[in-house]
């Protein structure tokens, strides 16, 4: 059998395929195209002659298909509905039905926080809907927006530029000790017990810069006794030891919730900041992106 490129194939003599496959008459499938007896019948020969079969033979009442037809039948439908589905994706987009993959850039600190709340809520919703997380540095991430590598970016990203963005909560540092630590107990305040944090040691993450910035404005660098790659980790480290971290409050305030930490707040210079969703302009009218991003913000914005 001589190779049949798609090319050769006009993608009307595959709609006129399908229609006579399911009406079983030419007549009724040209009816349902909009198309005269004649023309029906030179497409099905046209699509004959390029497919070296006849496809379809004379029978009572109509045609009935040949064995190649009906090899060819199921393809050619789940082909068409496929580019159906594409041309009218940017029209709608069914949470429930959806299978689509996005793309999130959070931190790890950002995962541990927001993705159970996140895929909780998305389970009732849209079962079939995929989150994907990945952590670019922050010169990539614009750029990943506007060509779709990335969906969204979700967290404080002040160097994060030319995006959408939306609030969703105000956030500030604190430092976090562990339960029954000396330093727990103190009373100061103020200049006092910013001054007063010079007596401890402290863990601090390579990868988030606002807090490697605020030690080094407290001039407290070489106060740091151990540097890690991920904030997950810090829990434990913080238990285990008398290490302080400086971390967010509301990452902290689940920590402490569950025992066994406290919550120092001075009044760090950056220490109040804001987490925001950033999404790109090319994507703003996208169903789904808007589907997503005002799910995002529904679950998590403050009030």
């Given amino acids: 059998m001589h190779e049949i490129h798609t090319e050769a194939i006009d993608l009307n003599l595959l709609r006129l395929f399908d229609a006579v496959y399911r009406a079983r008459s030419v007549s009724r499938a ?5 198309l005269t007896q004649p023309a029906a019948s030179h497409g099905l020969g046209r ?4 497919l070296g079969d006849a496809l379809f033979t004379r029978a009572a009442g109509g045609v009935v298909p040949t064995r190649r ?3 060819l039948a199921l393809a050619v439908q789940s082909a068409l509905a496929t580019i159906e589905d594409a041309l009218n994706e940017p029209d709608r987009f069914d949470p429930a039905q959806s299978r689509k993959t996005f793309r999130i850039h959070m931190s790890d600190i950002g995962e541990g926080r927001f993705l159970p709340v996140l895929m909780a809520g998305l389970a009732p919703k849209a079962p079939g809907v995929r ?3 990945m952590a670019l540095p922050p010169a990539e991430i614009a750029p990943a927006l506007d060509s779709g590598r990335l969906d969204f970016a979700f967290g404080f990203l002040p160097e994060v530029k030319d995006t959408e963005r939306r609030l969703l909560l105000r956030d500030r540092y604190i430092v976090l000790l562990r339960a029954g630590h000396p330093f727990a ?3 100061t305040r103020g200049q006092a017990l910013l001054a007063a944090l010079q007596k ?5 993450v390579r990868t988030h810069a606002e807090t490697l910035r605020i030690l080094h404005l ?5 106060r740091v006794r151990l540097t890690t790659e991920h904030f997950m980790v810090l829990p434990a480290i913080v238990r285990a030891t008398d290490l302080a971290v400086v971390m967010p409050r509301n990452i902290a305030r689940g920590f402490a919730e569950e025992g066994g930490y406290v919550v120092v707040e001075p009044t760090f210079p950056l220490r109040d900041f804001e987490v925001a969703l950033h999404w790109s302009r090319r994507f703003e009218d996208d169903p789904s992106n808007r589907w997503l991003r005002e799910f995002i913000v529904e679950t998590f914005r403050e009030g």
């Fill in 69 to 71: 037809a009906e090899r």
């Fill in 30 to 34: 040209a009816e349902a195209l909009g």
């Fill in 218 to 222: 407290l001039k407290l660098e070489d």
């Fill in 47 to 50: 699509l004959r002659l390029l």
């Fill in 185 to 187: 107990g103190r009373r």
């Fill in 131 to 133: 989150i994907e997380t």
């Fill in 200 to 204: 401890l040691e402290y863990v601090a």
